[in-house]
Nanobody, 121 residues
Framework: QVQLVESGGGSVQAGGSLRLSCAASSYTPSSGCIAWFRQRPGKEREGVAVIDPGDGAANYADSVKGRFTISQDNSKPTMYLHMASLEPEDTAMYYC??????????????WGQGTQVTVSS
């Protein structure tokens, strides 16, 4: 049974940084697709960052490009989302997700319970 558990959320002022962690059990991050999503108040869930095992490349939503970095540590195994230059618009519940196939992640992926990030101006 794959389980993902996020941590690291909290409250921070604009311009600050946070690192979210996603501890995985029964799943090795490098074995498949890993991603971070968020759901802002009153908005639909959106993808923030993803690593596709096919080419190992990381892709980011335009709104976070240059500020957020997705990474993984297979020895733990844990996925991370490093967030810098945070803006109030980044306030959201953040979720990690994983699946061997990125195309199936949305519908069949493993999801964490979420961690809240609040950025004040």
């Amino acid at each position: 049974q794959v389980q993902l558990v996020e941590s690291g959320g909290g409250s921070v002022q604009a311009g600050g940084s946070l690192r979210l962690s996603c501890a995985a059990s029964s799943y090795t991050p490098s074995s498949g697709c890993i991603a971070w999503f968020r759901q802002r108040p009153g908005k639909e869930r959106e993808g923030v960052a993803v690593i596709d095992p096919g080419d190992g490349a990381a892709n980011y939503a335009d709104s976070v490009k240059g500020r957020f970095t997705i990474s993984q540590d297979n020895s733990k195994p844990t996925m991370y989302l490093h967030m810098a230059s945070l803006e109030p618009e980044d306030t959201a519940m953040y979720y990690c997700a994983a699946h061997p196939d990125c195309d199936l992640l949305d519908d069949f992926g493993y999801w964490g319970q979420g961690t809240q990030v609040t950025v004040s101006s």
